[in-house]
């Protein structure tokens, strides 16, 4: 994968963790639920060399 396109990858999947940190903070279900079904996807395994769960694991310790 060339340069851009691993820093776009690494772009989306940021987003994804601050938008999980704040759906967890202001209890947004829709936005919770779908961002762990984004979390668990073959999309995000593409995107990421991260483990999904663990991932979310790690963010809902952090938001406490």
């Known amino acids: 994968m060339n340069e851009s396109y691993k820093e776009l990858a690494a772009a989306i999947v ?6 999980y940190r704040n759906a967890l903070t202001n ?3 829709y936005g919770r639920v779908s ?3 984004f979390f668990c996807s073959g999309w995000f395994d ?3 060399d991260c483990d999904g769960k663990i991932l979310m694991q790690m963010i809902r310790r952090s938001a406490g």
Do not use: C, N, T
């Open 14 to 19: 940021e987003r994804a963790v601050l938008d």
């Open 35 to 37: 961002l762990e079904k």
């Open 46 to 48: 593409i995107l990421s």
């Open 27 to 29: 209890q947004d279900k």
